[in-house]
Structure formats: structure tokens, C-alpha cells
């Protein structure tokens, strides 16, 4: 148990629904992460959010849209997805400062039809 | 892309010491050195971190090379829960740029 839930555990979702994660870290921490890891790869850092406000955006399509409400809440809304993506989609939260030590969530497993 | 570059994979015994190595040779001077471990069907998890100095923490030990191009985690007794994938990882002082790579397999053998 790192301190940080993510719900829903699985989520099958067809190309024209729409759906949200969601992210809560109890640590009191400032910095929330999306991450995305696909079968085979490399995480890939997607959002990051310190203190409320969307410091990285790494090239991500706008079909995939953050929202971080408060420092504790993070969410990932979804539509009109494609099949490949498909993955596991992890949040994370760090304190808001050097030497941001990151504790991951258990992921979201996302299976898009 | 990932500013480390470590082994695929790695076998150790069980009960062993098992060293992972490191190599950051673009490290800039404020990037911290991050190592966190991936157990299979799991989120990352944090494992230990340095700038300049080595440390220990309950559940390894950081040894980085007097120049930081290298890094090599210690995990000092080998146990089968610690099979996994472990990353090593640059971050600079803003929190930005934190990018995993394939990181090496370890697989610990009874």
C-alpha cells in the first residue's frame, strides 16, 4: 500500500465511449503524475501537475485530457480512444520539490475495443 | 529519451549480494540519481536515490562513482521478492525530464 489509489482496477471501453480515471494520493504531496505503459515499453510520462498546475504535457493527444481539481486528486478523462491505447495507466505523487521520490499508484488496466 | 544506460537482464542467487549497474555519462550537476523497481503486476516503487554522496537506506545501498557517470545499486542479500524490473533514472532539479528506459530484469534464482 504506497499511499496512492487509482480506480478503476480495469476498465474495456469501446473507441466512442467516454470514461475517466481516477487518481488520490493521501501523503500530502504537491507534484501528481499520469504515466503510460503499453505492453513491452518503456513508461512513458504523459502529465505532470505541481501544486495544481500542468507543468509537462509530453506531445499527448487531446483525446486523452488531465484534471487535477486539488493536490490530492488527479484524473485522466478519456474519449473517442484508439486500440492502441491499450495499456496500463499509472499515477504517481511526489512532494512539489527536489528530490521528487515518486509513489506510484497500482495502475489502471485499459483495454479499448 | 532516457539519459541511463543499463544491462537487460540479470540473474543473481538467492542470498547473494546482486550490484546493477549505471551509466549516466551526460549527468548535468543537479540531476538526482533515482532507482525504483517494477515486481510484476505492480506500479514502480520507489527505491533509493543520491546526488553525490553514497546511501543506504532498509532496502539497498547507492554507491555513485566520484565523477556521477556511474551508478550501481546494492542490494545486499538477494530474495526472490526482489525479482524485477529495476530502472535507473536521471532527474534534474525541477522535477521534469523524468524518463524511464527498458531498465535490466533481475531474476533471482533459488
Known amino acids: 500500500e504506497t499511499g496512492v489509489t487509482q480506480t478503476p482496477r480495469h476498465l474495456v471501453m469501446g473507441m466512442t465511449n467516454k470514461k475517466s480515471l481516477k487518481c488520490e494520493q493521501h501523503?500530502?504531496?504537491?507534484?501528481m503524475y499520469w504515466y503510460k505503459q503499453s505492453a513491452k515499453k518503456p513508461l512513458e510520462l504523459m502529465f505532470v501537475?505541481?501544486?495544481?498546475?500542468?507543468?509537462e504535457n509530453n506531445s499527448v493527444p487531446s483525446r486523452f485530457s488531465p484534471e487535477c481539481p486539488n493536490s490530492s486528486h488527479l484524473f485522466l478523462h478519456l474519449h473517442t480512444l484508439q486500440p492502441e491505447d491499450s495499456a496500463l495507466y499509472l499515477c504517481?505523487?511526489?512532494?512539489?520539490?527536489?528530490?521528487?521520490?515518486?509513489?506510484f499508484g497500482p495502475g489502471t488496466r485499459l483495454t479499448v475495443t | 529519451d532516457a539519459k541511463t544506460t543499463q544491462p537487460n537482464s540479470m540473474e543473481s542467487n538467492e542470498e547473494e549480494p546482486v550490484h546493477l549497474p549505471c551509466n549516466h555519462s551526460?549527468?548535468?550537476?543537479?540531476?538526482?540519481i533515482h532507482w525504483y523497481r517494477q515486481l510484476p503486476s505492480q506500479g514502480p516503487e520507489y527505491v533509493i536515490h543520491g546526488l553525490t554522496s553514497n546511501v543506504n537506506n532498509r532496502m539497498a545501498s547507492l554507491a555513485i562513482a566520484e565523477d556521477r557517470k556511474s551508478s550501481t545499486l546494492i542490494l545486499h542479500r538477494a530474495t526472490l521478492r526482489d525479482a524485477a524490473v529495476y530502472y535507473c533514472?536521471?532527474?534534474?532539479?525541477?522535477?521534469?525530464?523524468?524518463?524511464f528506459g527498458p531498465g535490466t530484469r533481475l531474476s533471482v534464482l533459488p
Open positions: 533514472i536521471l532527474q534534474d532539479n525541477y522535477g521534469q525530464n523524468f524518463v
Open positions: 504517481a505523487s511526489s512532494q512539489g520539490g527536489p528530490p521528487y521520490e515518486q509513489y
Open positions: 501523503l500530502g504531496h504537491n507534484a
Open positions: 551526460t549527468i548535468s550537476g543537479t540531476d538526482y
Open positions: 501537475y505541481n501544486f495544481k498546475e500542468q507543468t
